[in-house]
């Protein structure tokens, strides 16, 4: 049974548009939430998170929200970029423990 | 923040053969832990790497085929045993640091393919 959940497998996105990856969860008891940027070849890198007691962090371009009623959250990215292509990954913790993951979706922003 | 030096980058390898992959810490942590990313697919946990107690496992992996060293707290092997093409996949290890935030730093992965 998969807790972490990217429907969408891919997302095509206009340079200086926004950028919208979802994400659902099953587990209530995950209090972290995480998203990854990933290129091939390297190890995922971290781009923001967002705990369970908030509803919205912002950093720079990017900002996650969190619907913990629909357990749902959502990456925004804007403007988009081109060096933003990438796969981002959804992840979320609870207490600490290892990061369980979707699948993934893969962001290709055209100039 | 941490910096995890994880090694070989990539090997080709014959089957009913293993292969050993590192995972050095610029910092003592306390977990490590061990995924795989099949070709198309999400990060999958293997196992959890404690420090001074076996490693603990996830559903569909055991200690015979991946089994895991952790001698320190900066340090950490998983070798991938008997392997078959199936196990053509990408290794990550990853550590998780709290501060002001949770945040998990990964290694740069392994490719491995199986041939």
């Known amino acids: 049974d998969q807790q972490v959940k990217q429907n969408s497998p891919s997302l095509s996105v206009q340079e200086g548009r926004i950028s919208i990856l979802n994400c659902d969860y099953t587990n209530s008891m995950f209090d972290y939430f995480l998203w990854y940027k990933k290129y091939p070849a390297e190890g995922p890198t971290f781009l923001i998170s967002i705990s369970s007691i908030k509803d919205k962090n912002e950093d720079g371009r990017f900002t996650v929200f969190l619907n913990k009623s629909a357990k749902h959250l959502s990456l925004h990215i804007v403007p988009s970029q081109p060096g933003d292509s990438a796969v981002y990954f959804c992840a979320a913790s609870q207490a600490g423990t290892a990061l369980i993951f979707g699948k993934g979706t893969t962001l290709s922003v055209s100039s | 923040s941490a910096v995890i030096s994880q090694k070989p980058s990539r090997d080709i390898c014959q089957r009913g053969t293993s292969l050993t992959i590192q995972c050095q810490v610029d910092?003592?942590?306390?977990?490590m832990f061990w995924y795989r990313q099949q070709p198309g697919q999400s990060l999958t946990l293997i196992a959890t790497?404690?420090?001074?107690?076996?490693?603990?496992?996830e559903s569909g992996f055991v200690i015979d085929k991946f089994p895991i060293s952790r001698p320190n707290l900066t340090f950490s092997t998983l070798t991938v045993s008997n392997m078959s093409p199936e196990d053509s996949s990408i290794y990550l290890c990853?550590?998780?640091?709290?501060?002001?935030?949770?945040?998990?730093?990964f290694g740069q992965g392994t490719r491995l393919t199986v041939v």
């Open positions: 910092s003592q942590v306390t977990m």
């Open positions: 790497a404690n420090q001074g107690s076996e490693a603990t496992y």
């Open positions: 990853s550590v998780l640091v709290f501060s002001q935030n949770t945040e998990a730093f």
